[in-house]
């Protein structure tokens, strides 16, 4: 069971970091269309009306329309180049279409023109933590604690990118100072768990961990984290309970889906391995070394012609991650 370890990974939820909201109130579709049109009619009275533009690209970003709405923004800018906040705006709606580096410019540009745009640090925070530069989300979240140091969500996420940078002990006193101002908090709680395995204290671990699901017994990523300690202790059986607890709170956590798939092929149970695999494939990006694993379930499963498939599909995906 030790050797599942190396396939495990940390997931950590961005929810208390993003800033960018991305849902739509489809009820709402009509009145957005309605707003879309009062723009045109003030545009078609006058073309150089900036505040019609953004009004329009807002509206338009509402309705999923990121390319017409990125159209307005542009216009927007061409007549008042020096709005910082519109480029904040700009930096949502490259964000919301999945252009992360488009986003990180537009969100730079906005703090270049106002540097202590706190709004604009936030969301440039979020970026650097999504692109992988947790050195820099680090920098701006000490830049927002100056402004707010009882702002614990910032000193988590501190902790955070201290965990991703394996800092271990970094992050474990930013953990302990959070639980010093509220010994409630789940998250420090379950987070200083993961630390203390990645530490070799898997006592520390489970105790840390346990306290995060008494606080919260519908907690999912805290059943997450103490299954992977219990796969590190040889105890499959006990992972299995807890990755399926995550699941039946959260039945779309990758992080468990993955690892109760590994578990779940190292008992041999490959229906079920299959099934998590699948449902793990709709949810992430392919990657070779899951299709390699679901094209070895196929060969247990006696499918041959489904892990052909699977293989060479990874073989593609192989030469296109090296590249």
């Not at 909201?21 to 003030?42: E, F, M, Q, V």
């Not at 537009?106 to 925070?125: G, V, W, Y």
């Not at 394996?166 to 959070?178: G, Q, V």
Request: proline share 2%.
């Amino acid at each position: 069971m030790k050797a599942l370890n190396t396939f495990l990974f940390l997931a950590i939820s961005l929810s208390g970091l993003a800033q960018f909201g991305t849902g739509i109130d489809t009820s709402k579709y009509a009145s957005y269309r309605l707003s879309i049109r009062i723009a045109n009619n003030r545009i078609a009275a006058d073309p150089n009306n900036a505040e019609a533009y953004l009004q329009r690209g807002y509206y338009k970003d509402l309705l999923t329309d990121f390319d017409g709405a990125l159209s307005d923004i542009d216009k927007y800018l061409s007549l008042k180049p020096d709005e910082a906040s519109v480029y904040k705006s700009r930096a949502k709606v490259n964000y919301e279409r999945g252009d992360l580096k488009q986003a990180l410019s537009d969100i730079n540009k906005a703090i270049e023109l106002k540097p202590d745009f706190q709004e604009a640090i936030s969301d440039r925070s979020t970026l650097y933590y999504k692109t992988g530069d947790y050195e820099a989300c680090k920098a701006d979240l000490l830049v927002l604690l100056k402004h707010n140091p009882a702002d614990l969500s910032r000193i988590l996420y501190l902790g955070y990118c201290e965990t991703k940078l394996e800092n271990f002990e970094n992050a474990l006193n930013h953990f302990k100072s959070i639980l010093a101002k509220d010994s409630l908090y789940k998250d420090a709680w379950s987070n200083m768990g993961y630390c203390y395995f990645r530490l070799g204290d898997n006592e520390k671990a489970l105790s840390a961990i346990n306290t995060a699901i008494q606080i919260d017994p519908r907690y999912p990523e805290a059943y997450e984290k103490r299954a992977q300690i219990k796969i590190s202790n040889g105890d499959g059986t006990g992972a299995l309970e807890d990755l399926t607890k995550a699941l039946s709170y959260n039945p779309f956590l990758v992080t468990s889906l993955n690892n109760r798939a590994l578990v779940y092929i190292a008992a041999k149970k490959y229906t079920e391995a299959l099934s998590d695999m699948n449902l793990l494939l709709q949810l992430v990006q392919p990657r070779s070394e899951l299709l390699m694993r679901r094209a070895k379930i196929h060969e247990e499963l006696g499918n041959k012609e489904l892990m052909e498939a699977d293989l060479k599909l990874a073989e593609a995906l192989k030469e296109f991650e090296t590249k």
